[in-house]
């Protein structure tokens, strides 16, 4: 292990406003936010990367150019570094960094953390990924069978809660951080062997449905974006709706549904929707589709509608 700091990080934050402004703005690119809001400083990231139990391959999920990958590589030149990242502008800093450095043992590969197979490594690093990403980071690590820590800091606020959900992660310390963050410490966590894990918070990047008893009624919501917020409380992106888990009655796929309700499933994803009834035409996104006590539609204007009495449906201007 080198004793010395790392070369590049003047090099890193002089370039940091000119790679940010070519990062794409999409969800989950934090584009434009400051260099220390960003990435881990490197006072702390040098005393994290020493902590005895950071050992072998290390990989940061979610590396953006890779102040993490580099410092590991420098600090450990017998040792492999990896970074995965979906902005290209990242990548590329990150990668003309390590060449210039001569990081051969560096590796930071365009990615995007919902769907790339995640690397083998003994360490893993998590900062930003949260929501349905962070649900799709964990289950494939736990699917991995691999013994492995895993070492968090807290960027959001809900991070580290969730992993508390995790029965297949064990917390083995915690580290003081010297920079501001939510929670003042990095915890480190090693994964255990265990026999089961709940299935619910690994739907959230499953294409499948719920099905929701609310009183006398039920619908259906669906799993894509589905989000945990505490407890047994979940928030649904379709539709926007808060739910319970102990109001799920059923994870469904598609195909158990009649052809109606996967037509209505397709529209309700595609946006608004024109109905047009005998009497009337009703215009809105469709909001719950409701199976008992009768099938019926719910529009974001509230209003209902009988699927019996629906002459043709179909997508809006």
Not at 8 to 25: G, N, T, Y
Not at 58 to 83: I, S
Not at 163 to 185: C, T, V
Request: hydrophobic letters at 40%; glycine letters at 8%.
């Amino acid at each position: 292990m080198r004793s010395s700091s790392p070369p590049f990080w003047e090099r890193f934050k002089d370039h940091h406003s000119a790679v940010e402004s070519l990062v794409v703005d999409r969800p989950g690119a934090y584009r434009g936010l400051p260099l220390e809001a960003l990435y881990t400083s490197s006072v702390d990231l040098d005393l994290l990367l020493r902590h005895p139990l950071v050992t072998g391959t290390f990989a940061d999920l979610g590396c953006g150019a890779g102040a993490a990958v580099l410092t590991y590589a420098w600090l450990y030149p017998d040792r492999r570094a990896l970074g995965v990242e979906f902005d290209a502008a990242r990548v590329k800093q990150g990668r003309e960094l390590a060449k210039a450095y001569g990081l051969t043992n560096a590796v930071i590969v365009e990615g995007d953390l919902s769907t790339v197979e995640l690397p083998d490594a003994e360490v893993y690093f998590l900062y930003f990924p949260a929501g349905p990403v962070l649900d799709r980071v964990l289950d494939e690590l736990y699917q991995s069978q691999n013994f492995f820590r895993l070492l968090a800091i807290e960027a959001h606020g809900d991070l580290l809660p969730r992993l508390e959900l995790e029965p297949f992660l064990k917390l083995r310390d915690e580290i003081p951080l010297q920079g501001p963050r939510h929670y003042p410490r990095a915890r480190l966590y090693e994964r255990i062997s265990v026999d089961h894990r709940p299935g619910r918070l690994s739907l959230s990047y499953r294409d499948r449905y719920l099905v929701i008893d609310e009183g006398h009624e039920s619908w259906i919501g669906d799993t894509l974006g589905l989000t945990w917020t505490s407890g047994d409380r979940f928030e649904l992106a379709t539709p926007p709706r808060t739910i319970l888990w102990g109001q799920v009655r059923q994870v469904c796929d598609l195909a158990e549904f009649p052809a109606p309700v996967q037509r209505c499933l397709a529209l309700r994803r595609a946006g608004p929707v024109v109905i047009k009834t005998p009497d009337r035409e009703y215009r809105g996104e469709l909001r719950k589709i409701l199976l008992t006590p009768v099938f019926r539609l719910e529009l974001s204007t509230g209003e209902r509608v009988e699927w019996d009495i629906i002459m043709t449906i179909c997508p809006g201007p």
